[in-house]
């Protein structure tokens, strides 16, 4: 894999190597931890993907497992021993020897009962948490209660902690070390000494000596940072932006296709909510679900909001994830007459531009979202003309996350919210918390103690399956039938797929943009400046 | 001078009334899409262009006049009469009720008003219409404007009181309520009206940042305010100037009810 990368880069960095390199760009917010096992947000996400050595790596580039700190692993074919072989000669940035005590102690603090996180979940079978053995040094088993199918690609999102450094917390094992934090402004990451990896010349990676990483939430001053040069890059461009950008920059910034992330709505089925029954009955009726899918024009939210930077979503998954996409998932149907059959099958008649259900409630429900986030706020907009059309009243309530959070977890008290997923990990296994219906992400219902509905206990006997069957091909099915019934039901009402779009400096080389985030730094030891 | 004051309410006579009857000007509504228009520059069917969406932007400005323009005077006045009779109270009520108001006022003075806001918004029921959002925010405006200006008027009393004119009304026998009705007025009125006036574009940025918080004005309904949350995108109105056209709106009515405060003043 190393000597894939060109050499001729090298030259360069042999001159200018006098003067250490700085690779400046934004993040729109402060990582919420630094511990790796902890990490639940982009920020932190990314900060762990710099900084972390993990044992097995999912290329962003080709999707495919690639080896790190194992050089080599395989699963037994129950699926419940995961046997790895650990590279030998590796030492974590303060110095500390990496071995199989480190793989062992990451996964004691991983399952630690008293942090939970949704890493630890995916690896666990029930209550029952993994369990490493030691064979030697360098040989590790992990052992599930059940079978794990997708143990080795979960391992991806394990950064390898140090079980013998002072300072577990400053000893890592990736590409970059944080060695400066300034809240509210800045963080500063430098090379690791230690880091393992070598270019195919043998000179040691990174290429880059530091990374500033500045905190910028406002998306216009990110560009007009980078338009004046302050920042190298962009990973993640609003549709707007990137239509600016490309009028007076147009080397500059790329569209990077489909990215894995959704935008979705979904209506409040919690039945112990204080909704009134009336709204309760709608908002569990799979027609009328489906009625108000049909009735948003997906086309429109792709070519306004996103400047034609979207496709329309059936499903979680765009067709950019080759291997778990299911292309067999019916386009919705956005004929208005079609929209009105639906609404009058379940009982609701129109008069006097106003839809009344059977006991003669007009329909009117609010779609809170995140206030700040103007794509939402815009695709809310749409849908509000949309649903008027057919006489139903939308009223719009943009909330701060942490609100919105507590009346969607907690409260419960809300009609509709429309939010998005950005997605890091290709594999279903990453969301059996969402469509598990006694998962805490289960956002229409969640929790639940027994299935509410027949169709969400099949979901969950689907995701058990693929959670613990071997064969791939099993797996795909499975999910695939998932899919199927997620488009039937509607209980998340899939509106785009939006595209990863990126701008970088021309100073910046060797960049191998993918739409997987982290988009232009899944290659970061590779990057290097020429200025 | 009557030239100026004749300009400046010709200016504001315009505004008023093309936001009170924006179908002079156009026909279509604050909320309609016509979305093979997006973005459109200004043209003879869209004088100011389109938004993003593609809503008529004169439609929005002129209802998005109305609605700041209405509302946020309206909520001013709240705010300097809640204030001037805190503070006149304070001066006149004795000494625990001046205690009390300095209570009062230090304590809005120091509220994490951001997290109050937080706070309150998820209090509060999501399932309102527009309109009362709309003019919930502007009431609340008004319920957190009024502790600056009291102790403006508070100091204003309380230094009236001890002036030579003051005592020797009062040594003569004035009744209380003509002191405080004729003279105290008189002296209090031109600091008030300047007060309305200062508040007036204050709350207008303030409801569009309220908006952040999930309090401000709500879609698809237009404010000044949230028109020109637009223009936090710096390179967009550079080169599509007509975006301005809120803050042109804004600037023009302030510095119309300026003059005439000024001019008024001055009379």
């Known amino acids: 894999m190393i000597a894939r990368y060109p050499a001729v880069a090298l030259l360069f960095l042999f001159v200018a190597s006098a003067v250490p390199s700085e690779l400046r ?19 932190s996400e990314l900060i762990r993907f710099l900084t972390g050595g993990v044992l097995i790596r999912v290329s962003r580039s080709t999707q495919k497992l690639e080896s790190e700190l194992a050089t080599n692993w395989a699963l037994s074919p129950d699926g419940k021993r995961l046997r790895l072989l650990l590279r030998s000669g590796v030492r974590f940035s303060d110095g500390s020897p990496f071995d199989a005590s480190d793989v062992d102690h990451t996964f004691r603090l991983l399952t630690d009962p008293a942090h939970p996180n ?102 216009e001053l990110e560009a007009l940072a980078f338009r004046r040069g302050e920042i190298d890059l962009i990973s993640s461009l609003d549709a707007r932006v990137y239509e600016d950008l490309s009028r007076d920059l147009p080397d500059r910034v790329h569209d990077l296709g489909t990215s894995m992330d959704s935008e979705f709505l979904w209506f409040n089925q919690v039945p ?16 009328f679900r489906q009625a108000i899918s049909s009735a948003i024009d997906r086309r429109d939210v792709s070519r306004l909001v996103y ?67 103007k794509a939402r706020e815009q695709i809310a907009a749409l849908i509000q003309r949309d649903l008027k059309r057919f006489g139903i009243q939308v009223n719009i309530a943009t909330l701060e996350f942490r609100a919105l959070l507590e009346r969607m977890t907690k409260t419960w008290q809300y009609d509709a919210c429309l939010l998005g997923l950005v997605n890091v990990d290709l594999d ?38 693929q959670a613990s069957s071997a064969l791939e091909s099993k797996r ?55 200025r | 001078m009557s030239f100026i004051r004749s300009l400046a309410l010709a200016l504001l006579g315009f505004i008023v009334v093309l936001a009170l009857f924006p179908g002079i000007l156009v026909s279509d509504g604050y909320d309609e899409q016509f979305r093979d228009h997006a973005d459109e520059p200004p043209g003879v069917r869209f004088p100011l262009g389109t938004d993003e969406l593609g809503r008529n932007r004169l439609a929005r400005l002129l209802y998005g006049t109305r609605t700041s323009l209405l509302l946020a005077p309206a909520a001013s006045l709240i705010g300097v009469v809640l204030g001037l009779s805190a503070g006149v109270a304070a001066v006149f009520g004795g000494r625990w009720t001046d205690r009390a108001f300095e209570f009062v006022t230090d304590l809005m003075g120091s509220l994490p008003w951001l997290f109050v806001l937080i706070a309150l918004r998820a209090a509060l ?66 600091v008030a009206a300047t007060q309305v006036w200062i508040n007036i574009p204050v709350f207008v940025l303030s409801e569009a940042n309220l908006g952040l918080l999930g309090l401000g004005v709500s879609e698809p309904v237009p404010s000044l305010g949230n028109l020109m949350r637009e223009l936090e995108n710096v ?18 009515s302030t510095l119309a009810l300026y003059v005439l405060a000024r001019t008024r003043e001055a009379r």
């Open chain 1, 118 to 219: 949704a890493t630890a979940d995916a690896f666990r079978s029930g209550d029952k948490a993994p369990v490493v053995q030691k064979l030697n040094d360098h040989e590790v088993v992990i052992v599930f209660a059940t079978p794990l199918a997708s143990a080795a690609r979960l391992l991806d999102q394990v950064a390898i902690v140090s079980s013998r450094s002072q300072k577990p917390e400053t000893a890592v094992l990736g590409p970059y070390q944080v060695s400066e934090y300034r809240r509210g402004s800045h963080m500063l990451l430098r090379r690791n000494p230690n880091y393992w990896k070598k270019d195919s010349t043998g000179r040691s990676l990174p290429y880059i000596d530091q990374l500033r990483i500045t905190f910028q939430a406002n998306r």
């Open chain 2, 125 to 190: 029921p999501l399932d309102v219409s527009p309109l009362i959002a709309t003019t919930a925010t502007f009431i609340l405006l008004a319920a957190l404007g009024w502790a600056a200006p009291a102790r403006v008027f508070r100091n204003l009393a309380a230094s009236a009181k001890t002036q030579n004119w003051w005592l020797q009304a009062e040594g003569c026998g004035v009744p209380p309520v003509r002191l405080w009705c004729r003279y105290l007025a008189a002296s209090i009125w031109p």
């Open chain 1, 307 to 373: 400047k034609g930077h979207a496709i329309p979503a059936v499903g979680p998954y765009p067709p950019a994830n080759k291997l778990w996409f299911n292309p067999f998932l019916p386009v919705h149907n956005e004929k208005a007459d079609e929209v009105r059959k639906m609404f009058a099958a379940d009982g609701f008649r129109e008069s006097g531009g106003v839809l009344r259900d059977a006991k003669g409630n007009p329909v009117v429900f609010t779609l809170m979202t995140n206030a700040g986030n």
């Open chain 1, 25 to 43: 760009f934004a993040m729109r917010s402060e990582p919420r931890t630094l511990n790796p096992a902890l990490v639940d947000d982009e920020a």
């Open chain 2, 235 to 252: 390179h967009a109105f550079s080169t599509r100037p007509w975006m301005l056209a809120p803050v042109v709106v804004l600037a023009s």
């Open chain 1, 272 to 287: 112990s909510s204080s909704l009134p029954d009336y709204r309760k009955q709608w908002f569990q009726s799979t027609a």
């Open chain 1, 428 to 465: 279903p296994n990453g969301m059996m918390n969402v469509w598990l219906s006694s998962g805490a992400n289960h956002q229409w219902n969640p929790s639940q103690v027994k299935p509410a509905t027949a169709w969400e206990n099949e979901i969950d006997s689907l995701m058990k399956l």
């Open chain 1, 476 to 530: 795909v099915a499975a999910f695939r039938k998932v899919q199927s019934i997620v488009r039937e039901q509607e209980p998340f009402i899939y509106l785009v797929h939006p595209n990863a779009l990126g701008a970088w400096a021309p100073a910046l080389k060797n960049v191998k943009p993918v739409a997987l985030r982290p988009s232009l730094l899944w290659n970061i030891e590779y990057l290097y400046l020429s």
